[in-house]
């Protein structure tokens, strides 16, 4: 089992940044691929960013504002969001597809964090 805990969200003007965190804890953790999804109030949840074995991808909307990264030592994942708009504005989560030494591989979800852009 892997538990996905989310921090870092807020409240920020248009333009500003956040850096978000998601840190997973459990026995034996190997993460073979994570990201960040992003959903919108009364939307589907959307990718924003993933970290997969053939590269990074990003949406097109957090292109070249949005940078996510991987600390495995730490079992973290961070989320650099920079140039924010108000479009941005939702729930964030984070997202791990992983493996234990007492689980086969599976999906993980953190709870969410709020994102608020002020205009």
């Known amino acids: 089992q892997v538990q996905l805990v989310e921090s870092g969200g807020g409240l920020v003007q248009a333009g500003g940044s956040l850096r978000l965190s998601c840190v997973a804890s459990?026995?034996?953790?190997?993460?073979?691929?994570s990201g960040w999804y992003f959903q919108a109030p009364g939307k589907q949840r959307e990718l924003v960013a993933r970290?997969?074995?053939?590269?990074?991808i990003y949406a097109d909307s957090v292109k070249g504002r949005f940078t996510i990264s991987r600390d495995n030592a730490k079992n973290t994942g961070y989320l650099q969001m920079n140039s924010l708009k108000p479009e941005d504005t939702g729930v964030y989560y984070c997202?791990?597809?992983?493996?234990?030494?007492?689980?086969?591989?599976?999906?993980?979800w953190g709870q969410g964090t709020q994102v608020t852009v002020s205009s």
């Open positions: 459990g026995r034996s953790i190997y993460i073979f691929d």
């Open positions: 970290i997969a074995r053939d590269g990074v």
């Open positions: 997202f791990a597809q992983a493996v234990t030494a007492s689980d086969s591989v599976r999906d993980y």
